[in-house]
């Protein structure tokens, strides 16, 4: 498995557009790359996936670069509820059984008012 | 929409005692997973299910068992319980139907059993 490397704490203001960057060198060529989002005591929510160049759905994008050796999570206009911990995975998504998933050293996003 | 539902919600157990945690998938979902946060820590990865069959085996204790009955609910059994073993569990569900270019990693999770062990 890709070993994943983020920042293990950020700060932002309500409004603010944040970016989190997930650093994963090791990337193999059929991983996926796909963010979670935990609130405290509540379970991982699924926010996003991809594979290469840019992805954008009705809560956040993805920019990969060509390389996949990084990726970054951009959450447009964050509120007081986005506080709350980010996690960058990868790994194979091509499974016929389903893919367990290896959560490690999100990130943990503060927005103030 | 329907979710998945775990039950119970919080359980107090002595040291050495046994507990079973149980989990229903949303409807239609083919697969299983069980995971287990610690205080303060990332969510860990334990086992999982595909067609009542397991199908990944992660970082779960001898004293732990699991099965997926042909309902496709699940149950983590949990013998000889010790101190460490106080943890948030999460059950989650995936469609291998549904999935999409844009969706193979993604795992429905549970509002999580709170298990504390006396």
């Known amino acids: 498995l890709a070993k994943t490397t983020q920042p293990i704490s950020m700060d932002s203001y309500e409004g603010q557009e944040v970016n989190i960057t997930c650093s994963h060198n090791?990337?193999?060529?059929?991983?996926?790359i796909t963010w979670y989002q935990q609130f405290p005591s509540q379970g991982p929510r699924f926010i996003i996936q991809?594979?290469?160049t840019k992805v954008t759905n009705e809560v956040a994008s993805l920019f990969i670069p060509a390389d996949r050796k990084s990726s970054t999570l951009s959450l447009p206009r964050v509120s007081l509820s986005d506080t709350a911990v980010y996690y960058c995975?990868?790994?194979?998504?091509?499974?016929?059984?389903?893919?367990?998933?290896?959560f490690g050293g999100g990130t943990r996003l503060m927005v103030k008012p | 929409a329907a979710g998945v539902i775990q039950s119970p919600r919080h359980l107090i157990k002595e040291k050495r005692e046994t507990a079973t945690l149980k989990c229903y998938p949303i409807?239609?979902?083919?697969?299983v997973y069980w995971y287990q946060q610690g205080p303060g820590q990332d969510p860990q990865f334990l086992i999982s299910?595909?067609?009542?069959?397991?199908?990944d085996k992660g970082s779960i204790p001898d004293r732990f068992s699991a099965q997926q009955f042909s309902d496709y609910h699940s149950e983590l059994n949990m013998s000889s319980l010790e101190l460490g073993d106080s943890a948030l569990y999460f059950c989650?569900?995936?469609?291998?139907?549904?999935?999409?270019?844009?969706?193979?990693?993604?795992?429905?999770f549970g509002p999580g059993t709170r298990l504390t062990v006396l």
């Open positions: 991809g594979y290469k």
């Open positions: 989650a569900s995936s469609s291998t139907a549904d999935r999409t270019a844009s969706s193979y990693n993604e795992q429905f």
């Open positions: 995975l990868v790994g194979s998504g091509i499974n016929n059984a389903g893919n367990m998933l290896t």
């Open positions: 090791n990337i193999a060529t059929n991983d996926y």
């Open positions: 409807p239609r979902h083919d697969t």
């Open positions: 299910f595909y067609e009542k069959m397991q199908s």
